[in-house]
């Protein structure tokens, strides 16, 4: 079964960003503009990791988890914002997300969480 991550970010490029980094290292990707399309896909399209902004419209990233985690609690859940404060992270910590990460930030970090993420639950890669 592919390694399937959601992406949840308004901004259409930030979004384009993260599908084709995260796409190039192997991973189905899906895309929602925020979290009730997200939830709607989430429903037919199961993924392993959902990477959610914290702040966008109709239903915000906070908002979004507290309802992964009542419906799909398994899911990986990383939190991404722009407006990082202690107090910010602890909220999102309380309502279920698993990593936190503040704008701007590397790339290839995200990429690495998402990879260790996948590591951990199978188990590192088999070497032929």
């Known amino acids: 079964m592919a390694s399937t991550v959601m992406i949840v970010e308004d901004d259409a490029s930030t979004r ?3 599908r084709f980094l995260l796409a ?3 991973y189905v990707v899906i895309e929602a ?3 009730l399309v997200a939830l709607e896909k989430f429903v037919t399209q199961p993924c392993d990791v959902v990477i959610t902004d914290m702040n ?3 239903m915000g990233g906070l908002d979004l988890v507290r309802s992964l985690r009542e419906n799909y609690p398994a899911v990986h859940v990383i939190m991404v914002t722009a407006f990082g404060t202690p107090d910010i992270e602890k909220q999102a910590l309380r309502a279920g997300v698993n990593e936190y990460l503040t704008k ?3 790339f290839e970090e995200l990429e690495r969480r ?3 993420f996948f590591e951990r639950r199978n188990g590192p890669p ?3």
Do not use: A, C, I, K
């Open 104 to 106: 701007p930030f590397d």
């Open 114 to 116: 998402v990879q260790q």
């Open 126 to 128: 088999s070497v032929s």
């Open 33 to 35: 503009e925020d979290g």
């Open 56 to 58: 966008m419209p109709r």
């Open 16 to 18: 384009r960003l993260y």
């Open 24 to 26: 190039n290292s192997g």
